[in-house]
C-alpha cells in the first residue's frame, strides 16, 4: 500500500476571475489563499497571464508578502514574465503555454519543439533559486526534454483525462500512469493538474509517482455551495483514500 501523503496546491486564479468580471477589489484572491492555507493547503498556485485576465501584478505582491505556504508562480516563458519572477522570487515557476484566444490553458507545453527558447529562460529562473517545473501532456519525449532542459519537475496535464469518459478516460489513465511512471524512472519530480474534482482524483492519486496535484476551478467552483474549506477538505480526503492513507 502507498503511503506518502500528496501535496495539494490550491490555484485561486478564478476567485480573481469572478473580482474583474464586475471591477474593484471584491472576491480577493488573497483572502482565498489564506483560507486555502487554513483549510490544510500544502501550497498556493496563481497565474500571471499576459492579458491579466485574472491574476493581477498586486495580487502577485500580496501572495508574496501575506501566505506562509510556498506560491507557486505559473507563467509564459517571456521576458517580462521572467522580470517580476525573478524579483518577486516564489518558491516555484511552472512554465505553460499560452494563448489569449484560449479560455483555459488547452493542452500541455511543447518542450520538444519550443526546447532552445525554453532554454534560454529555465536557467535563469534557477539562478534566481526558483523551482522550475514544466506544465506539459504524459508524453516520454515531453518529459525526456524537460529533464534535459534541467527542470527541477514537470507538471502532467490531466485535462484529457478528465474530460473523457467510459473507455477513453481509461486510456488516458494509463497514459499518466506511463508519464508517471517514466519520470520516476529518470528521477523526475511529477506533479499532476488541470480539472482535477471529485469524481476524477481518486485514481489519479493512486499512482504512486506522483507527489504534488494543483487544483483551482473545482474547488472555486464547488467553494460556492459548501464554502472553501469545506471543499478543499472533501478534495483533501478523496485524494488521500486514493493514496490509501
Same mark, same amino acid.
Given at each position: ?23 474593484? $477589489? ?143 478516460? $481509461? ?53 460556492? $455551495? ?20
Amino acid at each position: 500500500m502507498v503511503s506518502n501523503k500528496i501535496r495539494l496546491g490550491v490555484n485561486i486564479d478564478h476567485v480573481a476571475t469572478v473580482r474583474n468580471a464586475r471591477g474593484g $477589489f471584491h472576491p480577493d484572491p488573497v483572502r482565498a489563499a489564506l483560507l486555502a492555507e487554513k483549510a490544510g493547503a500544502d501550497g498556493i498556485t496563481a497565474h500571471l497571464r499576459e492579458d491579466r485576465r485574472h491574476i493581477r501584478d498586486e495580487d502577485m505582491e500580496r501572495l508574496m508578502k501575506e501566505i506562509k505556504t510556498p506560491l507557486n508562480f505559473e507563467m509564459a516563458a517571456t521576458d517580462e514574465m521572467l522580470d517580476i519572477v525573478t524579483r518577486l522570487k516564489p518558491a516555484s515557476s511552472c512554465l505553460v503555454p499560452e494563448k489569449r484566444e484560449e479560455l483555459t490553458t488547452e493542452g500541455g507545453l511543447d518542450v520538444v519543439g519550443n526546447f532552445d527558447h525554453l532554454a534560454v529562460y529555465i536557467p535563469k529562473l534557477k539562478e534566481a533559486g526558483i523551482s522550475v517545473s514544466l506544465f506539459i501532456d504524459a508524453d516520454v519525449d515531453q518529459i525526456r526534454a524537460s529533464k534535459q532542459l534541467g527542470a527541477n519537475k514537470v507538471e502532467l496535464h490531466t485535462g484529457a483525462y478528465c474530460d473523457a469518459t467510459g473507455k477513453d478516460r $481509461f486510456i488516458e489513465l494509463g497514459r499518466l500512469r506511463a508519464g508517471a511512471k517514466y519520470c520516476g524512472d529518470i528521477n523526475l519530480e511529477v506533479h499532476a493538474g488541470h480539472g482535477l474534482n471529485y469524481e476524477t482524483v481518486r485514481d489519479v492519486a493512486a499512482i504512486p509517482e506522483f507527489t504534488e496535484f494543483n487544483i483551482g476551478h473545482f474547488l472555486i467552483g464547488e467553494a460556492i $455551495f459548501v464554502g472553501l474549506e469545506c471543499s478543499i477538505a472533501r478534495m483533501r480526503e478523496l485524494m488521500d483514500e486514493g493514496r490509501g492513507i
